[in-house]
């Protein structure tokens, strides 16, 4: 369906969920912090984060920053510091801002009690005066009891995502995550009786040991589920980095190519289904709002991936969460430990960051609308001979056509959409092993 290009599939690329990158990140001090309230517009709307870095069970694939919820004074700790995050930037933010969305992810947050959950959120929409802010949800079918589905129907949770990655019970044992096809079941049946519009599967390929027919069965269960949203990840496979992958026996991982033809197979079963393709491995049913967005040309891509939500601002809660203002990135304290006591001390808990240049916001506007709507005005950037050089080429490779100062990816170049975008990323100078291979 797509054409085979290894030498591009090989290259690390960034997922661009900002630009510059969280690789461009340096330290920075509760200054630069306190700034980037400075640079929003008044009245600007804002999205809230709030990230729970605690899992009941540990998967040994996942590279998140979270720890298992395992020892009660470390959550109540955590939340004690979250709680203080939030009164701060409230006061900072002020609660003249119209809230559009509330996220809570993580880790898992159906990982902490119910009741710690509704003090949360309470405080939350009572701080910021965000009654009125959709509110969606990360969950793991593993622990989500008819207690929790009941909790999100009261209190108002539209969307939710449920990690699912396979529902193959052998790849299941091989990457730490076992939980039978009827947890799932369950967990969908339960939030679809308690208000969730909007439901999304976390779904993997290129997992060791993967064949096609297993990824196959794996979609087919997921479609008859109906979620209205499907991200169809490749597995990442960097145990140097993330040390819990170490425990994954890795001798039959999948190779390129085999991981390529997985990409197409579940783009072709997924949009056969009648979703609407996303780039190459979102999907989405045509009613849903990102589908939508998608459609009127309004979707975005921050650091909670595609999304429909019109703030140009997110504020992030909690430790390693990140906020995106207009002019800077910002990433609180990833360490627990350091985190609570910052927070503790009412202090603002930056710890790293960057500015972003007008070059940097220029480049960063490109590389969001290639990905999201595969089709950019490049006019104005400063493009270097090897730019155009390389441009040309993925041209003659058919992957773009450009057309005076529109570029537009093909439909023979969806696979290669991120390493099409990092054309116009000037940190990318080399390749770096911290980056996953483009499929």
């Not at 960097?238 to 992958?245: C, Y």
Request: some cysteine.
């Amino acid at each position: 369906m797509w054409p085979y290009i290894s030498d591009l599939l090989d290259r690390p690329v960034p997922r661009y969920t900002s630009y510059p990158t969280a690789a461009e990140f340096a330290p920075v001090d509760a200054g630069f912090h306190e700034a980037g309230f400075d640079d929003l517009a008044p009245g600007a709307s804002v999205s809230l984060y709030a990230h729970i870095p605690f899992c009941e069970k540990i998967c040994w694939y996942c590279g998140c920053n979270t720890g298992a919820a395992n020892r009660a004074h470390r959550l109540t700790a955590y939340l004690d510091a979250l709680h203080a995050e939030i009164e701060t930037v409230a006061e900072r933010l002020g609660n003249q801002r119209p809230i559009t969305q509330i996220a809570f992810g993580g880790g898992s947050p159906n990982a902490i009690d119910p009741v710690d959950f509704v003090r949360l959120l309470d405080h939350l929409c009572i701080a910021f005066d965000a009654f009125d802010a959709r509110l969606s949800i990360e969950l793991d079918p593993r622990s989500l009891t008819p207690e929790w589905s009941a909790l999100l129907g009261r209190a108002g949770v539209s969307h939710a995502s449920l990690g699912v990655q396979t529902f193959d019970p052998d790849l299941q044992a091989r990457i730490g995550r076992i939980q039978p096809a009827e947890s799932i079941e369950r967990a969908v049946a339960g939030l679809r009786d308690n208000g969730v519009t909007s439901l999304n599967f976390d779904l993997m390929y290129g997992l060791p040991g993967q064949t096609h027919a297993a990824l196959a069965e794996t979609l087919k269960q997921a479609v008859a589920l109906q979620p209205d949203r499907i991200a169809l990840f490749g597995y990442a496979h960097l145990p140097a980095l993330i040390k819990r992958q170490q425990r994954i026996d890795a001798s039959d991982m999948p190779d390129g190519r085999a991981r390529f033809d997985m990409a197409a197979l579940g783009f072709e079963m997924l949009t056969a289904a009648g979703y609407v393709p996303i780039g190459f491995d979102h999907f989405a049913r045509a009613g849903d709002g990102l589908a939508q967005a998608f459609e009127a040309g309004t979707m975005r891509r921050n650091f909670q991936g595609f999304n429909d939500d019109p703030s140009d601002a997110l504020i992030g809660l909690g430790a390693s969460a990140i906020s995106s203002f207009p002019d800077r990135f910002v990433q609180n304290e990833k360490n627990s430990g350091r985190y609570r006591m910052r927070a503790g001390a009412n202090m603002l808990t930056a710890e790293r960051g960057v500015l972003r240049i007008p070059a940097d916001r220029q480049r960063g506007r490109i590389i969001e609308r290639l990905l999201c709507a595969g089709t950019a005005d490049i006019g104005g950037v400063r493009m270097s001979a090897a730019m155009h050089d390389r441009l040309a080429h993925l041209t003659a490779l058919g992957l773009v056509e450009r057309d005076g100062d529109r570029v537009t990816i093909t439909p023979d170049g969806r696979p290669y959409g991120r390493t099409i975008a990092s054309l116009f990323d000037a940190y990318r100078g080399v390749q770096e092993k911290r980056f996953s291979s483009a499929v």
